[in-house]
């Protein structure tokens, strides 16, 4: 007698996809309020770095993801998961120690914020079902940081990173990482200028990495939460990610 996996029905396919589109929106909002507490606009602070700065972001962004990658993983064996306002707690008072300091400091703190972030998308995954020993999974990790930071506007960009799994290798590990480096690059180049604005000092660095981890935190939730649900209900990813899409579109509001 054959058995028959019983499948979640259409309507609670489209309740869960409703619920990760107002996931999308609250990680758009930590954007809004990054930028009010630090004013002007989120396009001009990549201007107060200096150039020196700017021209190396791109290649320390990259290296610290190659090394994020393996500690974040090799770390499980010391430290445990912790819960989401755990890993936020923690980020903020590193933000701050970097902000305290100015430029020097913040830019010391960089790779170590991007390992602490990576964990906290490991966590996101493995709450969904996901194990990060798999070598896909800590692949699709990395993937959640070609996402739009949290001070981009740019929509399209926030879920084209929802892409189907290819094979992974040695290779397409490398391919991606030199391919999300330069947006991730940007984005930690926006939080190294936040943190640098005078007279907030230290504060600017614990909001802007609040932002940053409340951003990537809830964007994890809505890649790993799509993969499950195309799973639970054997439906095709690509499909998935399209019926997503257009409710992002009609919900998402337009800043400025």
């Known amino acids: 007698m054959e058995i028959i996996e019983?499948?979640?029905?259409?309507?609670?396919?489209?309740?869960?996809?409703?619920?990760?589109?107002?996931?999308?929106?609250?990680a758009s909002n930590a954007g809004i309020q990054l930028l009010n507490l630090i004013g002007g606009q989120a396009e001009g602070l990549l201007d107060r770095l200096p150039s020196a700065i700017r021209g190396r972001l791109n290649e320390a962004t990259e290296q610290a993801l190659v090394n994020a990658m393996e500690v974040a993983h090799r770390s499980r064996g010391v430290v445990g998961e912790s819960p989401g306002w755990m890993t936020r707690v923690v980020t903020t008072a590193?933000?701050?120690?970097?902000?305290?300091?100015?430029?020097?400091?913040?830019?010391?703190?960089?790779?170590?914020?991007?390992?602490?972030?990576?964990?906290?998308?490991q966590?996101?995954?493995?709450?969904?079902?996901?194990?990060?020993?798999?070598?896909?999974?800590?692949?699709?990790?990395?993937?959640?940081?070609?996402?739009?930071?949290?001070?981009?506007?740019?929509?399209?960009?926030?879920?084209?990173?929802?892409?189907?799994?290819?094979?992974?290798?040695?290779?397409?590990?490398?391919?991606?990482?030199?391919?999300?480096?330069?947006?991730?690059?940007?984005?930690?180049?926006?939080?190294?200028?936040?943190?640098?604005?005078?007279?907030?000092?230290a504060a600017a660095g614990a909001a802007t990495n609040y932002a940053y981890t409340s951003y990537y935190q809830q964007m994890a939730h809505v890649?790993?939460?799509?993969?499950?649900?195309?799973?639970?209900?054997?439906?095709?990813?690509?499909?998935?990610?399209?019926?997503?899409r257009k409710r992002i579109g009609r919900r998402t509001p337009r800043r400025g």
């Open 6 to 26: 019983n499948q979640i029905d259409a309507g609670e396919v489209s309740a869960r996809l409703d619920a990760l589109a107002a996931r999308h929106a609250r």
């Open 94 to 121: 590193m933000g701050a120690a970097g902000g305290w300091g100015g430029l020097p400091t913040a830019m010391a703190e960089l790779p170590v914020t991007t390992t602490v972030l990576l964990r906290a998308i």
């Open 123 to 201: 966590d996101v995954a493995i709450e969904h079902g996901f194990s990060p020993q798999e070598q896909g999974v800590r692949f699709d990790c990395v993937q959640v940081f070609a996402a739009a930071g949290p001070l981009e506007h740019d929509d399209g960009a926030d879920i084209a990173f929802l892409s189907t799994r290819v094979a992974v290798t040695g290779a397409t590990v490398n391919g991606l990482i030199a391919r999300v480096a330069p947006r991730l690059a940007t984005v930690l180049g926006q939080k190294l200028a936040a943190q640098t604005v005078p007279v907030l000092g």
């Open 223 to 244: 890649h790993f939460g799509l993969r499950r649900l195309a799973i639970e209900a054997d439906r095709d990813y690509a499909d998935l990610v399209e019926d997503f």
